[in-house]
Protein backbone atom coordinates (compact mmCIF):
# COMPACT_ATOMS: atom_id res chain seq x y z
CA UNK A 1 0.00 0.00 0.00
CA UNK A 2 1.09 3.48 -0.67
CA UNK A 3 1.82 5.97 2.00
CA UNK A 4 -1.03 6.84 3.98
CA UNK A 5 -2.13 10.80 2.87
CA UNK A 6 -1.63 13.47 5.63
CA UNK A 7 -5.31 15.13 5.12
CA UNK A 8 -8.11 12.70 5.29
CA UNK A 9 -11.77 14.43 5.15
CA UNK A 10 -14.86 13.99 6.43
CA UNK A 11 -18.44 15.54 5.46
CA UNK A 12 -20.51 16.80 8.27
CA UNK A 13 -23.19 19.49 9.34
CA UNK A 14 -22.44 23.08 10.29
CA UNK A 15 -24.33 22.40 13.25
CA UNK A 16 -22.96 19.11 14.03
CA UNK A 17 -19.25 20.62 13.69
CA UNK A 18 -20.42 23.85 15.87
CA UNK A 19 -21.62 20.90 18.91
CA UNK A 20 -18.15 19.80 18.62
CA UNK A 21 -16.42 22.61 19.33
CA UNK A 22 -18.50 23.47 21.59
CA UNK A 23 -18.30 20.00 23.53
CA UNK A 24 -14.53 19.95 22.85
CA UNK A 25 -14.41 16.63 20.47
CA UNK A 26 -16.08 15.15 17.73
CA UNK A 27 -17.98 12.32 17.62
CA UNK A 28 -20.09 11.34 14.79
CA UNK A 29 -23.07 8.81 15.15
CA UNK A 30 -21.27 5.90 13.50
CA UNK A 31 -18.69 6.01 16.52
CA UNK A 32 -21.20 5.02 18.79
CA UNK A 33 -23.02 2.74 15.79
CA UNK A 34 -20.19 1.05 14.06
CA UNK A 35 -16.89 1.81 16.30
CA UNK A 36 -15.35 4.51 14.10
CA UNK A 37 -15.91 7.45 12.11
CA UNK A 38 -16.18 7.74 8.28
CA UNK A 39 -13.20 9.54 6.35
CA UNK A 40 -12.36 9.76 2.89
CA UNK A 41 -9.11 10.80 1.10
CA UNK A 42 -8.99 13.44 -1.44
CA UNK A 43 -10.06 11.11 -4.47
CA UNK A 44 -12.83 9.57 -2.21
CA UNK A 45 -14.77 12.62 -0.89
CA UNK A 46 -16.86 13.56 -3.47
CA UNK A 47 -17.81 9.90 -4.65
CA UNK A 48 -18.93 9.69 -1.00
CA UNK A 49 -20.51 12.77 -0.58
CA UNK A 50 -22.58 11.83 -4.01
CA UNK A 51 -23.39 8.67 -2.64
CA UNK A 52 -24.46 9.57 0.88
CA UNK A 53 -25.51 13.22 0.90
CA UNK A 54 -26.61 14.71 -2.55
CA UNK A 55 -28.51 17.30 -2.47
CA UNK A 56 -27.95 18.34 1.17
CA UNK A 57 -27.61 21.58 2.21
CA UNK A 58 -25.80 23.16 5.30
CA UNK A 59 -22.58 20.78 5.20
CA UNK A 60 -19.04 21.30 5.80
CA UNK A 61 -15.70 19.22 4.67
CA UNK A 62 -13.56 18.53 7.96
CA UNK A 63 -10.04 18.85 6.52
CA UNK A 64 -8.14 16.33 8.86
CA UNK A 65 -4.20 16.27 9.40
CA UNK A 66 -4.17 12.75 10.02
CA UNK A 67 -0.50 13.08 12.23
CA UNK A 68 -2.65 15.07 14.85
CA UNK A 69 -4.81 12.77 15.30
CA UNK A 70 -5.08 11.17 19.43
CA UNK A 71 -7.70 8.23 18.32
CA UNK A 72 -6.29 5.43 16.05
CA UNK A 73 -6.62 5.64 12.15
CA UNK A 74 -7.37 2.69 10.38
CA UNK A 75 -7.37 2.51 6.66
CA UNK A 76 -10.19 -0.36 6.07
CA UNK A 77 -11.19 -2.20 3.09
CA UNK A 78 -15.06 -1.46 2.57
CA UNK A 79 -16.83 -4.15 0.64
CA UNK A 80 -17.97 -3.50 -3.23
CA UNK A 81 -15.51 -0.44 -3.73
CA UNK A 82 -11.94 -2.07 -3.92
CA UNK A 83 -10.78 0.83 -2.02
CA UNK A 84 -9.41 1.23 1.57
CA UNK A 85 -10.98 3.95 3.19
CA UNK A 86 -9.82 5.96 6.51
CA UNK A 87 -11.71 5.38 9.47
CA UNK A 88 -11.15 7.10 13.16
CA UNK A 89 -11.34 4.59 15.87
CA UNK A 90 -12.43 7.42 18.51
CA UNK A 91 -13.47 11.16 18.96
CA UNK A 92 -12.01 13.42 16.54
CA UNK A 93 -9.26 15.54 18.31
CA UNK A 94 -10.54 19.42 17.68
CA UNK A 95 -6.57 20.35 17.07
CA UNK A 96 -6.71 17.97 14.18
CA UNK A 97 -8.89 19.57 11.58
CA UNK A 98 -6.66 22.07 10.30
CA UNK A 99 -9.41 23.39 8.02
CA UNK A 100 -13.45 23.61 7.69
CA UNK A 101 -14.77 24.46 4.86
CA UNK A 102 -18.43 24.98 3.55
CA UNK A 103 -19.63 21.91 0.95
CA UNK A 104 -22.44 22.88 -0.72
CA UNK A 105 -24.09 20.43 -3.06
CA UNK A 106 -25.32 22.00 -6.43
CA UNK A 107 -28.24 24.13 -6.55
CA UNK A 108 -29.83 22.38 -9.44
CA UNK A 109 -27.99 18.78 -9.69
CA UNK A 110 -27.34 18.46 -5.83
CA UNK A 111 -23.50 16.45 -6.77
CA UNK A 112 -20.73 17.87 -5.18
CA UNK A 113 -17.48 19.05 -6.51
CA UNK A 114 -14.36 19.80 -4.41
CA UNK A 115 -13.79 23.19 -2.89
CA UNK A 116 -11.14 25.18 -4.61
CA UNK A 117 -9.98 26.29 -1.37
CA UNK A 118 -9.17 22.23 -0.07
CA UNK A 119 -6.12 21.98 1.59
CA UNK A 120 -3.79 18.78 -0.12
Do not use: K
Amino acid sequence: MSAMPPIIYHITSQSEWERARAAGAYTAPSLAQEGFIHASTREQVIRTANLYFQGAAGLVLLCIDAARLTAELRYDPVPGTGQQFPHIYGPLNLDAVIAVIAFPAHPLTGQFELPDSLPS
